[in-house]
Nanobody, 121 residues
Framework: QVQLVESGGGLAQPGGSLRLSCKASGIIFRINPMGWFRQAPGKQRELVARISTLGSPNYADSVKGRFTISRDNAKNTVYLQMNSLKPEDTAVYYC???????????????WGQGTQVLVSS
């Protein structure tokens, strides 16, 4: 059974930084590409960053140059370093195992509780 536990969210000022973590269990982490998604109020969940099993990252245009995704296979953890935060980054952030076209690999029941990020002065 997949379990994903996100942490590290909170309140940040515009231009500030946060680092999110997501610990995975119930899967062989090192063979799974991982991604960070976000869902803002009234909007659909969107994929903002993905990292391959070999560590190659991809980013949505909205976060490119500001966010950095990384992974530590020894800790079964994926990270999202968020710099130069903007109010429009406010959302609940989730991680999940995700394929190259943005489809989660273990179904809708695999989502964790997410971590809230609020960017406001």
């Amino acid at each position: 059974q997949v379990q994903l536990v996100e942490s590290g969210g909170g309140l940040a000022q515009p231009g500030g930084s946060l680092r999110l973590s997501c610990k995975a269990s119930g899967i062989i982490f090192r063979i799974n590409p991982m991604g960070w998604f976000r869902q803002a109020p009234g909007k659909q969940r969107e994929l903002v960053a993905r990292i391959s099993t070999l560590g190659s990252p991809n980013y949505a245009d909205s976060v490119k140059g500001r966010f950095t995704i990384s992974r530590d296979n020894a800790k079964n953890t994926v990270y999202l370093q968020m710099n130069s935060l903007k109010p429009e980054d406010t959302a609940v952030y989730y991680c999940n195992a995700v394929n190259a076209v943005g489809t989660v690999l273990y179904g809708t029941s695999s989502w964790g509780q997410g971590t809230q990020v609020l960017v406001s002065s």
